[in-house]
T-cell receptor, first 119, second 117 residues
Framework: AQTVTQSQPEMSVQEAETVTLSCTYDTSESDYYLFWYKQPPSRQMILVIRQEAYKQQNATENRFSVNFQKAAKSFSLKISDSQLGDAAMYFCAYRPNRGYTGTASKLTFGTGTRLQVTL | GAVVSQHPSWVICKSGTSVKIECRSLDFQATTMFWYRQFPKQSLMLMATSNEGSKATYEQGVEKDKFLINHASLTLSTLTVTSAHPEDSSFYIC?????????????FGEGSRLTVL
């Protein structure tokens, strides 16, 4: 079974600074997707960034970037120039690439990291 | 991105009654939808996978008779909490993926907060 581990229950960063959230996962699959989702107080899940396992290049989305280490099964998220609006719960998630239907395509979440942004 | 809508966003009911939550994919067809439950300050726990036109697949430990799932069309899945009790109070979230070119992404509804008195 796939597992996703986030070892940092809470993190804090000052505004404009950089913070890195850690995530490790375990799988026997070779083709899969990794995601970081943000859940603000509204509790709407928002996709922050996506990484395809077959791509060696790390994904970037504006101030958000990942460090994907496939051999180490590590997928950390770096937030640069942190803003107050970045404060939220961040979930790392894994999904096997077995098509898009059925329970085999389910998303497995880590336990989350609560990010606080201070002035 | 694709839009998934949940209704109601919050509901309060008396113990012993049943509550239905709807999950709709507004601009795409979703062969599969997923239902999650989230307790305060915790992660999302997958309850079941809803498959259009067939029975849902429930995760271990989730009571099928308590949480009835129906996926009658490619754009609608419903979760019915039957004979609700206070311990069923939680935040329920659905998600769905497109059946077109696969980007791997799942799209989430806004969630439904259930409070059972």
């Amino acid at each position: 079974a796939q597992t996703v581990t986030q070892s940092q229950p809470e993190m804090s960063v000052q505004e404009a600074e950089t913070v890195t959230l850690s995530c490790t996962y375990d799988t026997s699959e070779s083709d899969y997707y990794l995601f970081w989702y943000k859940q603000p107080p509204s509790r709407q899940m928002i996709l922050v960034i996506r990484q395809e396992a077959y791509k060696q290049q790390n994904a970037t989305e504006n101030r958000f970037s990942v460090n994907f280490q496939k051999a180490a099964k590590s997928f950390s998220l770096k937030i640069s120039d942190s803003q107050l609006g970045d404060a939220a719960m961040y979930f790392c998630a894994y999904r096997p690439n077995r098509g898009y239907t059925g329970t085999a395509s389910k998303l497995t979440f880590g336990t989350g990291t609560r990010l606080q942004v201070t002035l | 991105g694709a839009v998934v809508s949940q209704h109601p966003s919050w509901v309060i009911c008396k113990s012993g009654t049943s509550v239905k939550i709807e999950c709709r994919s507004l601009d795409f067809q979703a062969t599969t939808m997923f239902w999650y439950r989230q307790f305060p300050k915790q992660s999302l726990m997958l309850m079941a996978t809803s498959n259009e036109g067939s029975k849902a697949t429930y995760e271990q430990g989730v009571e099928k008779d308590k949480f009835l799932i129906n996926h009658a069309s490619l754009t609608l899945s419903t979760l019915t909490v039957t004979s609700a009790h206070p311990e069923d109070s939680s935040f329920y979230i659905c998600s769905a993926g497109t059946s077109g070119p696969n980007t791997g992404e799942l799209f989430f509804g806004e969630g439904s907060r259930l409070t059972v008195l």
